[in-house]
């Protein structure tokens, strides 16, 4: 099947190939996913501009630094492996002195419409955002002070064992509107009772037009809401599930809990 055209691509994953033709510039994202444009595989992938020397700012503890935008969005072709790399935030001024310095390589042009509609919010981006947010909600300085109303990212049971809840991508209709969208959400509780109730809930739109808006829900505070460990407790209690989950996980099987998520239906919460 070799013939003289024939090529090797030596970094065949993602996000080796674009840190390899991006050092040091641009942060890849890690979790890349496939798409299908004019009846080809092609890879999406988000990458970011960052810098750990912003001023005023703290370093996020995941990503070690204190500013990071979603700046790039990367295409590939899953069959001949040449990437496209689209500046879709021309507002972020290290993008802007980066293309002056790699005019080829980032492209100024507006990203194709079919590619558009593959766009989705990052993962990564989000997660960096909502740690954040979870203190700077207070806007009062002396309850800000205090860390009166800090919230945090409460836990999951996945597997067999308790992990931060990780932020989850679904098809779903947010409260007063009147279709489905592709969003990615993540729920709050107040920090240090992350088995406790649900004080609030984020979720970031991903479909072209609300592209990038985020909305967070905040729980009444005379409202008992439950959080999402108390639902895996509770899950754990069923005497149904106790003795499914003693049976399926004997001689060498192993039960893996999936991700929990908290969907918003009308006036209620669907777990």
């Known amino acids: 099947s070799l013939t003289k055209d024939s090529r090797v691509i030596i970094n065949r994953m993602m996000p080796d190939r674009i840190a390899s033709l991006?050092?040091?510039?641009?942060?890849?994202?890690?979790?890349?996913?496939?798409?299908?444009?004019?009846?080809?595989?092609?890879?999406?992938?988000?990458?970011?501009?960052y810098s750990r020397m912003y001023p005023?700012?703290?370093?996020?503890r995941e990503v070690s630094v204190n500013y990071i935008r979603n700046s790039v969005k990367v295409r590939c072709d899953a069959y001949d492996g040449v990437p496209e790399f689209y500046a879709v935030d021309p507002s972020d001024p290290m993008l802007k002195c980066y293309q002056s310095i790699f005019p080829t390589l980032l492209k100024k042009e507006t990203a194709p419409k079919a590619v558009q509609e593959h766009f989705r919010y990052p993962q990564l981006l989000f997660t960096v955002q909502a740690d954040t947010y979870a203190d700077y909600h207070m806007t009062d300085a002396t309850t800000f002070?205090?860390?009166?109303?800090?919230?945090?990212?409460?836990?999951?049971?996945?597997?067999?064992?308790?992990?931060?809840?990780?932020?989850?991508y679904a098809v779903m209709k947010l409260p007063g509107e009147t279709?489905?969208?592709?969003?990615?959400?993540?729920?709050?509780?107040?920090?240090?009772?992350?088995d406790k109730n649900m004080v609030?809930?984020?979720a970031a739109r991903c479909d072209p037009a609300h592209y990038g808006?985020?909305?967070?829900?905040?729980?009444?505070?005379?409202?008992?809401?439950?959080?999402?460990?108390?639902?895996?407790s509770r899950i754990g209690q069923d005497p149904e599930f106790s003795k499914n989950q003693t049976l399926w996980g004997q001689r060498g099987s192993t039960i893996i809990r999936g991700n929990l998520l908290v969907i918003p239906i009308e006036d209620s919460l669907l777990y």
């Open 22 to 49: 991006c050092p040091y510039f641009l942060i890849c994202g890690p979790d890349p996913y496939i798409t299908i444009q004019d009846g080809r595989l092609q890879w999406i992938s988000d990458a970011y501009t």
């Open 56 to 60: 005023y700012s703290k370093p996020h």
């Open 145 to 168: 002070y205090q860390r009166e109303d800090s919230w945090s990212v409460p836990n999951e049971i996945y597997g067999s064992e308790a992990r931060k809840t990780e932020a989850y």
């Open 179 to 194: 279709k489905e969208e592709f969003l990615l959400m993540l729920p709050f509780t107040p920090k240090g009772r992350e």
């Open 200 to 202: 609030a809930w984020m």
């Open 213 to 232: 808006e985020i909305v967070c829900y905040r729980m009444p505070k005379n409202a008992l809401v439950d959080g999402p460990m108390q639902v895996e």
